[in-house]
């Protein structure tokens, strides 16, 4: 798939070495405020003591989840849709702002729990969702190849993992360590082809929805590696 539009610009593929070079500088910068911006929400919303208000909020009913879960969707398409907008660099601005908002709002349940019940975690998940995307970013860009052939099995990947999550909220089953566990590697795929789009897709004035799939990429290996090392310090 290619965002090529003469208006706008030509694909980053096209771009000669130094121009390349700037387009990812700016993307992976803008990558670096979404994940301090995500960690200064999410810092504020534990100091004002929403964290118990999320907890006690979700314990209310097990149809919370979804409705969050909805929300979420919602919110990360209509995001997503301004990210890539052509017409507005403002309103590109405004998506990812957006998503980063929702994603510290989606996860403060799973911080606030974290911090109560396995100190260390966070800072471990940090360390290790870091490596891993480290590795795979350093794979596409020494190897420069197309993973873009991978997108329908991410797209199915993807719709079959939330429908174990919906039925697992809905009867009220237990996913565990190896269901995080194969959604770390399910998020590895999306950190692989989306780091592959930065280099072969994405044009030239595309940083920001970029950054916004880069961010949603990580954030979703994060979640997991959380839940995969809660698994273990609950034991």
């Known amino acids: 798939m290619s965002y090529l539009d003469v208006a706008s610009g030509s694909v980053v593929s096209e771009l000669p070495g130094e121009a390349k070079a700037g387009f990812i500088r700016r993307t992976y910068g803008h990558l670096a405020l979404a994940i301090a911006a995500f960690a200064l929400i999410e810092y504020q919303l534990i100091q004002m003591g929403f964290g118990e208000k999320a907890m006690a909020l979700l314990a209310t009913s097990k149809w919370s989840w ?6 979420f969707m919602g919110v990360g398409m ?10 507005s660099r403002e309103l590109q601005y405004v998506g990812l702002g957006l998503y980063v908002v929702a994603d510290a709002i989606v996860f403060l349940p799973l911080i606030f729990m974290a ?64 269901f995080s566990g194969v959604m770390i590697l399910f998020a590895g795929g999306c950190v692989l082809y989306t780091t592959s789009n930065i280099l072969h897709t994405y044009r030239e004035d595309q940083h920001v929805a970029a950054s916004l799939a880069l961010f949603a990429s990580v954030a979703l290996m994060f979640w997991y590696v959380i839940q995969f090392l809660m698994s273990f310090g609950s034991d």
């Not at 979804?66 to 929300?71: F, M, Q, T």
């Open 66 to 71: 979804l409705i969050v879960l909805a929300a």
């Open 78 to 87: 209509l995001a997503n849709k301004w990210a890539h907008s052509g017409a």
């Open 115 to 178: 911090q109560a019940i396995a100190p260390g975690v966070l800072e471990n998940a940090a360390l290790i969702t870091g490596a891993l995307v480290g590795g795979i970013t350093l794979v596409v860009f020494t190897t420069r190849k197309d993973f873009s052939f991978i997108a329908p099995a991410l797209k199915i990947g993807g719709m079959v993992a939330l429908g174990v999550i919906v039925a697992a909220i809905v009867f009220g089953l237990e996913l565990g360590t190896f």
